[in-house]
């Protein structure tokens, strides 16, 4: 294997929470039913793609009032407050560059918002490579941004690990040719069930574990 290749909310940074919180806001505050099953359809996709479905379903101007307090929440929350990076990251990417892999960001949040949750957790520079959601035409479980990553580090696809915490990242890399790797943003969603085998691992600190290690132990789904 010669690459790596991250989500970054839910798996790098722990954005996912107050992502889900904003939602859950946005659509009561506007009279909408909201649950898990439908911020699970949500993970993972960039707002640009998740509009067009809102548009599809509700009059334009409710998608538009639901996506501008979902926003108003999220960056309200962290204009108060640094992010956080997730339990094992910190180790994970210095045994990375320290062991020769390309290692690469593919997130569908925006090239502002991306590169400074980044620098505010300290870990923009471990990275030979960044896709933004700007920078594609078709969101995940389309697997474009993760082909742009490793044509960016230079590898082959089936060469290449894609660390996921959402059903429509983990499709994305299996569709493209990856090596999928789960790791669940919760106990929640460490259930989640996919139609092909990925291995799954409950941190970053075990898939970690695992790389050292030369093997895999966690069960497939």
């Not at 798996?11 to 929470?17: A, G, H, K, N, R």
């Not at 210095?94 to 090239?111: C, D, E, F, M, R």
């Not at 870990?123 to 700007?134: E, K, L, Q, R, T």
């Not at 742009?148 to 230079?154: D, H, M, S």
Request: glycine share 6%; charged share 25%; hydrophobic share 45%.
């Amino acid at each position: 294997m010669e690459a790596v290749i991250f989500d970054m909310d839910g798996v790098l940074i722990d954005t996912e929470p107050v992502s889900k919180a904003a939602f859950k806001a946005a659509f009561e505050k506007n009279g909408l039913f909201f649950d898990e099953d439908i911020y699970q359809s949500l993970m993972g996709r960039s707002l640009a793609d998740i509009m067009e479905d809102f548009t599809a379903n509700w009059d334009a101007k409710v998608a538009e009032k639901v996506i501008a307090d979902r926003n108003d929440y999220f960056f309200s929350y962290y204009e108060k407050r640094d992010v956080d990076i997730k339990c094992g990251i910190r180790r994970l990417l210095p045994y990375l560059k320290n062991h020769g892999y390309k290692i690469a960001v593919a997130t569908s949040s925006t090239q502002e918002v991306a590169e400074k949750f980044l620098k505010q957790g300290g870990i923009y520079n471990y990275f030979d490579a960044y896709v933004f959601g700007s920078d594609v035409v078709h969101s995940k479980p389309n697997p474009e941004i993760f082909l742009k990553a490793a044509q960016k580090l230079g590898v082959n696809p089936s060469f290449s690990y894609v660390v996921e915490d959402a059903q429509a990242g983990l499709i994305a890399a299996h569709v493209g040719g990856f090596q999928p790797i789960f790791i669940p943003e919760s106990a929640l969603r460490s259930e989640l069930k996919m139609p092909f085998v990925c291995r799954r691992f409950q941190s970053a600190s075990a898939f970690h574990l695992a790389l050292i290690q030369s093997k895999f132990e966690a069960s497939p789904l």
